[in-house]
């Protein structure tokens, strides 16, 4: 277990170097100066900021979980009823 364990991290680290080392080489290219962006995201969760209609289940809210979320989801912790 131990061998295959470390087999997996060396090739992880692999992965990560040789991603790198390609993006070094060819980065992406920048986008025509003059033409808009087009944005194309999806939101996984929410917590009914701006009225957005997006609610936290109370068992979620009150669950172990709940601050764990926030802390690695989000970008700012000004949730006012939620804290």
Same mark, same amino acid.
């Given at each position: ?9 060396? #090739?992880? /680290?692999? $992965? @990560?170097?040789? =991603? !790198? ?7 992406? +290219? ?9 944005? #194309?995201? /999806?939101? $996984? @969760?929410?917590? =009914? !900021? ?7 289940? +109370? ?25």
């Amino acid at each position: 277990m131990q061998r295959a364990r470390k087999l997996l991290l060396v #090739l992880l /680290a692999l $992965a @990560a170097a040789a =991603g !790198a080392w390609l993006m070094w080489l060819d980065p992406a +290219p920048a986008p025509p100066s003059g033409l808009a962006g087009v944005d #194309l995201h /999806a939101h $996984a @969760a929410g917590i =009914g !900021a701006g009225g957005s209609g997006a609610f936290v289940s +109370p068992e979620l809210e009150n669950s172990y979980k709940f601050p764990i979320y926030l802390r690695t989801c989000s970008r700012s912790d000004d949730f006012g009823h939620l804290t």
